[in-house]
Nanobody
Framework: QVHLVESGGGLVQAGGSLRLSCVASGQSLSDYAVAWFRQAPGEDRQFVSAIDQSSGFIRYADSVEGQWSISRDNAKNTVWLQMNNLKPVDTAVYYC?????????????????WGQGTQVTVSS
C-alpha cells in the first residue's frame, strides 16, 4: 500500500508563503489522484485542493482560488501545495490524501490513504 508523508509546514507571518510537499512510497503516485485537506482545532476537516493523475484536472476551494497552486511530478512521487498570501485563518494541520485512479473529488470518504499531517501556523 502507498504511504504518504507531508513536510514543509511551520510558522510564518501573515502575507508570507509556504510550500508543502507530499512524498509517496510503496507504490507509484502516478496511479493516484491526490488532494490536500486541512483541519483547524475544533473544526471539521476541509477540502483545499486536488489534482488528477496526469495534472490534467485541478480544483481548488473557493477560499484559495487564484492564490495557491497544486502541482505534481510523478517521476519524483511528489505533490506540492504552494501557499501564497497566507492569513491567520489558514492556520491548521494540512494533510495529503490519495485515491487510486481518482479524478480529484472533494469528498473525504473517497480517499483511502492519508499522511500524518504537517502543522501550518500563520501569525498576525
Amino acid at each position: 500500500q502507498v504511504h504518504l508523508v507531508e513536510s514543509g509546514g511551520g510558522l510564518v507571518q501573515a502575507g508570507g508563503s509556504l510550500r508543502l510537499s507530499c512524498v509517496a512510497s510503496g507504490q507509484s503516485l502516478s496511479d493516484y489522484a491526490v488532494a490536500w485537506f486541512r483541519q483547524a482545532p475544533g473544526e471539521d476537516r476541509q477540502f483545499v485542493s486536488a489534482i488528477d493523475q496526469s495534472s490534467g484536472f485541478i480544483r481548488y476551494a473557493d477560499s484559495v482560488e487564484g492564490q495557491w497552486s497544486i502541482s505534481r511530478d510523478n517521476a519524483k512521487n511528489t505533490v506540492w501545495l504552494q501557499m501564497n498570501n497566507l492569513k491567520p485563518v489558514d492556520t491548521a494541520v494540512y494533510y495529503c490524501a490519495a485515491e487510486l485512479n481518482g479524478y480529484g473529488t472533494t469528498a473525504i470518504r473517497s480517499y483511502k490513504y492519508w499522511g500524518q499531517g504537517t502543522q501550518v501556523t500563520v501569525s498576525s
